[in-house]
């Protein structure tokens, strides 16, 4: 069948380190991969998008990896900050229906001061 | 140079009422599309519209779900007959819907909070 899976523990960390959040999927063949943050009471917000052709990706502190070997995408906040807390989710579009964004559940993630 | 607006921003009716839910899309953008968020769950598509083509409607649950986009701007999707089950967030997002736009990214609305009693 076909999965997309992210952490479904929430991750916390202290304020400075690195956070690593995992997305990983099961019989889709993404033409490429976005990742999103959702804070509460608010719809998803864009951060990155990554192709299938692209091994990583970086838009200040966050870097976004992708390996179609492994069948996942890593996507990691730097020197993280307590406005960093948020829900993130990964979400992909298979290949040949390129129309519908296949969301995971979303990794919450809270970075303590 | 709004966002995404949606409204109302909560709605609470009773079993087997009607409610309509509205979303405004970012000007200039021809794709919209709707979700239902529920606690817990994953983000569930619902319907997409796309210019003058055929709407998508292959995630409407049940034949109770019905939407419309006039104009190519405002979209409204209607429940009829709710149910308890149909509590949840319901999202609207839009894109440019441009030529290539399989890399689009959306752009969200704030949702409206249905509950049923």
């Known amino acids: 069948s076909q999965k997309i899976e992210q952490n479904s523990e929430a991750l916390n960390i202290q304020e400075g380190k690195t956070a690593t959040l995992t997305c990983n999927y099961t019989?889709?063949?993404?033409?490429?991969l976005q990742w999103y943050r959702q804070d509460p009471g608010r719809g998803p917000v864009f951060l990155l998008l990554?192709?299938?052709n692209e091994k990583e990706k970086r838009k200040e502190r966050l870097k976004v990896t992708f390996d179609t070997t492994l069948k996942q995408s890593l996507f990691h906040i730097t020197a993280s900050q307590p406005a960093d807390s948020a829900t993130y989710l990964c979400a992909l579009v298979n290949a040949g229906n390129n129309r519908k964004l296949i969301w995971g559940l979303g990794t919450s993630l809270a970075v303590n001061p | 140079g709004a966002g995404v607006s949606q409204s109302p921003s909560n709605k609470v009716t009773e079993k087997g009422k009607d409610v309509e839910l509205r979303c405004d899309p970012i000007s200039g953008h021809t794709a919209l599309y709707w979700y239902r968020q529920s606690l817990g769950q994953g983000l569930e598509f619902l319907i997409y519209f796309q210019g003058n083509s055929a709407p998508d409607k292959s995630g409407l649950p049940s034949d109770r779900f019905s939407a419309e986009r006039t104009g190519g701007s405002v979209s409204t999707l209607t429940i009829q007959r709710t149910q308890q089950e149909d509590s949840a967030v319901y999202l609207c997002a839009s894109s440019l819907g441009a030529a290539g736009y399989y890399q689009e990214t959306q752009y969200f609305g704030p949702g409206t909070r249905l509950l049923v009693l």
């Open positions: 990554i192709r299938e």
């Open positions: 019989n889709y063949s993404p033409a490429y």
